[in-house]
């Protein structure tokens, strides 16, 4: 008979759900941001903003991947992203609490996993 340890607490397996869930979501939303890119509301807003908007969808999906992955460099990249996003709408006008509340709960969350990152 074979005792079995319970793993150290350095031993990690798996994917944390709230992380699963945020890759889940994401993917849904790049699914609706592919379109937006192509809209007319976007192109409303400025001739610079759909080449924005692709921009931040293909760093969005990169992202998401790393976090599927539990990459830290997921952690930092969506961070940088989020401040940048923040600031563009503030300066365009466009800001909304909303804009900030979700992704500031996404980078609370990786954060607070970052340590169970590659």
């Known amino acids: 008979m ?7 607490p350095d031993v990690v ?28 509301a976007a192109r409303a807003i400025g001739a610079w903003y759909p080449p924005f908007l692709a921009i931040a969808t293909i760093v969005g999906a990169i992202c998401t991947v790393g976090f599927w992955l539990m990459k830290k460099w997921s952690v930092y990249l969506y961070t ?7 600031v563009i709408m503030i300066v365009m006008g466009i800001w ?3 804009g900030l509340v979700l992704p500031a709960i996404v980078v609370v969350i990786a954060f607070a996993y970052l340590q169970r990152m590659r």
């Open 13 to 40: 397996r798996g994917r944390p759900v709230p992380i699963t869930i945020i890759c889940v979501i994401s993917a849904i939303g790049l699914a609706f941001a592919i379109p937006l890119i192509f809209s007319d």
């Open 80 to 86: 940088a992203m989020f401040v940048v996003n923040q």
């Open 96 to 98: 909304t609490i909303l």
């Open 2 to 8: 074979t005792m079995q340890s319970s793993p150290s």
